[in-house]
C-alpha cells in the first residue's frame, strides 16, 4: 500500500491509497476494513494523540479516545467512501471524545465536591432537624386523633383523600375538613412558639 503526501489541517499527512483498475482508486479506501483501518491507524494515530494530549493534558485518556474513535472507524467502515474523509472522521470523534471526558470529568469533581460538603454539614444543621422533627411529633400528638389520623395519613404515608377516608371510615369530605383543621392547628402552634 503506498500514500499520498498532504497537509490536513495544518498536519502533514499520508493519506492511504489503494490502487485498483478505476482511475479514482486513489480516493477510494480499501475494501477489506481490518486492512483499511490498520493502514490508517499507522498514518494517523501519531497525529490524532498529540491532539488529543493537547486537549485532555493527559496520555493516557487522549489514547484511550483516540482509540475510541479507531473502534467508531471500524464499526462505520462500509460507510467510509473516500480516503481523505477519514482523517477529518477520526479527528471529529477525537475532540467530541476529548469535550465528552473533560465534561464527565468536571460533573465527576463537582460531585465529588458537593458530597464532601454534603457528608460534612455541620452538627448543629442535623441536630436542627431532629429537634424539627421531634416537635412536629409532639404538635401531631397534642391534636385530637382524628386530625393527627389523617394528618399522619396524608403527609407521611401520602395518601389520597379517598384513600384516607376508606382508612379511617370517614367521608373525603370529612378528611378534607379534618386535614384543614389540624393544619391551621399546628400553624397556629408554630406560629406561637416562634
Not at 401520602?158 to 379511617?168: G, H, R, Y
Request: hydrophobic share 45%; aromatic share 4%.
Amino acid at each position: 500500500m503506498t500514500g499520498q503526501p498532504g497537509r490536513i489541517a495544518g498536519l502533514p499527512v499520508v493519506i492511504p491509497i489503494q490502487p485498483g483498475p478505476r482511475d479514482d482508486a486513489a480516493t477510494d479506501p480499501p475494501t477489506d476494513r481490518a486492512a483499511g483501518v490498520v493502514a490508517v491507524f499507522q498514518v494517523h494515530y501519531v497525529h490524532l494523540v498529540r491532539l488529543a494530549r493537547h486537549l485532555l493534558d493527559d496520555p493516557n485518556e487522549a489514547e484511550d479516545v483516540v482509540m475510541d474513535a479507531f473502534v467508531g472507524l471500524s464499526r462505520r467502515w462500509a460507510h467510509v467512501r473516500r480516503s481523505q474523509d477519514v482523517f477529518f472522521y477520526l479527528r471529529a470523534s477525537v475532540v467530541n471524545g476529548s469535550h465528552s471526558r473533560l465534561r464527565r470529568l468536571r460533573i465527576a469533581r463537582d460531585r465529588r465536591h458537593t458530597q464532601v460538603e454534603r457528608d460534612s454539614a455541620p452538627a448543629e444543621q442535623l441536630a436542627m432537624v431532629h429537634l424539627e422533627h421531634d416537635s412536629v411529633i409532639a404538635l401531631l400528638r397534642a391534636l385530637p386523633r382524628r386530625q393527627r389520623e389523617v394528618l399522619v395519613l396524608r403527609y407521611y404515608a401520602d395518601l389520597s383523600e379517598q384513600q384516607i377516608a376508606d382508612a379511617v371510615g370517614i367521608s373525603p369530605g370529612a378528611v378534607k375538613s379534618h386535614a384543614s383543621r389540624g393544619v391551621a392547628a399546628l400553624r397556629r402552634t408554630l406560629e406561637l412558639s416562634a
